[in-house]
């Protein structure tokens, strides 16, 4: 099924680890997202990417990098893993089609730090 | 900025009742606008949107209008069912999506 397929689906980290959360979409969109959910806060924009070989910080990018490595895959890396870090993160993808973007999101991935 | 705020929750209701969930937003622009659902352990689920000023969305009963002029777009329900717990999200988009911090929605039978 087209879609974006997200992995891991469930993490747990202990402080100062790394990891990178996987992103993968088969639609040919051209931007990607990464948000996180946190209770009460709904989803924060981290990093976008409006193409291919561009990337751009969002509303809370700090503690966290991107890479756009091709069309389809767009990667979040956690450097130094921090508990305020322990959200779900959600990847999606847009494309403009008849004056207006439409989104598809992956199933998110539960991150918890310890 | 752009934002969105949304009704605080959480809001429950008897099965059958009459559902609005208010939101409000602030744009640079003339943005889209969007109700996502997202129920127990999934993602995120596009329910309805607008994109100009007076259009109705609609789907699965739930009803919402862009009104331009009060800058908002409420979600409307006339008869909700135990099946529409669930949190809501309205957000709207100018090349990017900006959330509402989200509803959670109870139905009791």
């Known amino acids: 099924n087209a879609g974006v397929t997200q992995t891991p689906k469930f993490q747990v980290l202990k402080t100062g680890q790394s990891m990178t959360l996987q992103c993968a979409q088969d639609m040919n969109h051209n931007s990607m997202y990464w948000y996180r959910q946190d209770p009460g806060m709904g989803l924060r924009l981290i990093y976008y990417s409006a193409s291919e070989g561009t990337t751009d910080k969002g509303e809370v990018p700090n503690g966290y990098n991107v890479s756009r490595l091709n069309k389809r895959e767009f990667s979040l890396r956690l450097e130094s893993a921090a508990p305020s870090q322990t959200s779900v993160y959600f990847c999606a993808s847009s494309e403009f089609r008849e004056g207006i973007y439409g989104y598809t999101f992956g199933s998110g991935t539960r991150l918890t730090v310890v | 900025g752009n934002s969105v705020t949304q009704m605080e929750g959480p809001v429950t209701l008897s099965e059958e009742a009459f559902l609005t969930i208010n939101c409000t937003y602030t744009a640079t622009g003339y943005p889209s606008l969007f109700w996502y659902v997202q129920y127990p352990g999934e993602g995120l689920q596009l329910l309805l949107k607008a994109t100009k000023a007076d259009d109705k969305g609609s789907n699965k009963g739930f009803e919402a209008t862009y009104r331009k002029e009060t800058t908002s777009f409420h979600l409307e329900k006339g008869s909700v069912q135990v099946s529409d717990s669930a949190v809501y999200f309205c957000?709207?988009?100018?090349?990017?999506?900006?959330f509402g911090q989200g509803t959670r929605l109870t139905i009791n039978p």
């Open positions: 957000a709207l988009s100018l090349e990017k999506l900006v």
